[in-house]
């Protein structure tokens, strides 16, 4: 089985690293996915007997690494499914995009239509039938001026389709290695990484916060103190 890093467990909760190209669930391709691998994980800790419940609260796209929580109990996923929808649960991000952007810190605001057939969002004008809001806020942590790569935390206001990628590359700098929105990359992982999770506890109310960052190798590597210009 393949392993597993878990980053906090208890009775309701259970913390975990997404690996990139993983689906978060069971999808059309069979791929071995986040939950199946975690529900092995908990039923050969305990050594239980028959299925083992664990609920899907939120998820990244398959492409993205990161944090994710899951519920071991039906009453913490329903209590952290509200968290969601009440945007009490916060996810912040790092991303590695195109270019250097001029100002440090800003907040990106635009109307998204999902395209239900290509599986894709575009930025639209607000009229537009079926277009949403979509807000986020970056700040700039470092720009390495030989890839002309920067290193940007992006927090989400809200929780739209493939929103970072699609807001980030409308805004001209596109996410290192998206396939589907970016230009530079191509053929490499893409550079998004949920980094931090930030939920109510479903059952003691207790903020809880945790991060989890990725391995500073490839376009990664941004994330050293030193840069390692050669390890895109």
């Given at each position: 089985?393949?392993?597993?890093?878990?980053?906090?467990?208890?009775?309701?909760?259970?913390?975990?690293?997404?690996?990139?190209?993983?689906?978060?669930?069971?999808?059309?391709?069979?791929?071995?996915?986040?939950?199946?691998?975690?529900?092995?994980?908990?039923?050969?800790?305990?050594?239980?007997?028959?299925?083992?419940?664990?609920?899907?609260?939120?998820?990244?796209?398959?492409?993205?690494?990161?944090?994710?929580?899951?519920?071991?109990?039906?009453?913490?996923?329903?209590?952290?499914?509200?968290?969601?929808?009440?945007?009490?649960?916060?996810?912040?991000?790092?991303?590695?995009?195109?270019?250097?952007?001029?100002?440090?810190?800003?907040?990106?605001?635009?109307?998204?239509?999902?395209?239900?057939?290509?599986?894709?969002?575009?930025?639209?004008?607000?009229?537009?039938?079926?277009?949403?809001?979509?807000?986020?806020?970056?700040?700039?942590?470092?720009?390495?001026?030989?890839?002309?790569?920067?290193?940007?935390?992006?927090?989400?206001?809200?929780?739209?389709?493939?929103?970072?990628?699609?807001?980030?590359?409308?805004?001209?700098?596109?996410?290192?290695?998206?396939?589907?929105?970016?230009?530079?990359?191509?053929?490499?992982?893409?550079?998004?990484?949920?980094?931090?999770l930030t939920i109510e506890h479903p059952i003691s109310k207790e903020k809880m916060t945790f991060q989890d960052l990725p391995e500073p190798i490839?376009?990664?590597?941004?994330?050293?103190?030193?840069?390692?210009?050669?390890?895109?």
């Open positions: 089985m393949q392993d597993l890093k878990v980053i906090y467990e208890d009775n309701h909760i259970m913390i975990v690293e997404k690996i990139p190209n993983i689906p978060s669930q069971a999808d059309k391709t069979g791929d071995i996915d986040l939950l199946t691998l975690a529900k092995k994980y908990l039923k050969e800790k305990y050594n239980k007997p028959g299925n083992v419940y664990l609920g899907l609260v939120h998820r990244l796209d398959r492409p993205v690494g990161g944090i994710m929580v899951f519920a071991k109990t039906s009453k913490a996923a329903a209590r952290l499914s509200n968290q969601v929808r009440e945007r009490i649960l916060k996810k912040k991000y790092l991303a590695v995009v195109e270019g250097k952007i001029e100002k440090q810190t800003g907040i990106l605001e635009d109307y998204l239509y999902k395209d239900e057939r290509h599986n894709i969002s575009k930025v639209v004008k607000k009229e537009k039938k079926n277009a949403k809001l979509a807000k986020l806020d970056y700040e700039v942590i470092k720009y390495n001026e030989v890839k002309d790569l920067s290193l940007v935390k992006v927090n989400l206001h809200t929780g739209r389709h493939h929103q970072i990628r699609v807001q980030l590359s409308h805004f001209g700098h596109s996410i290192f290695g998206d396939q589907k929105y970016g230009t530079r990359g191509k053929g490499k992982q893409i550079a998004l990484w949920a980094y931090e490839g376009t990664w590597c941004i994330l050293n103190k030193i840069d390692k210009n050669n390890c895109i």
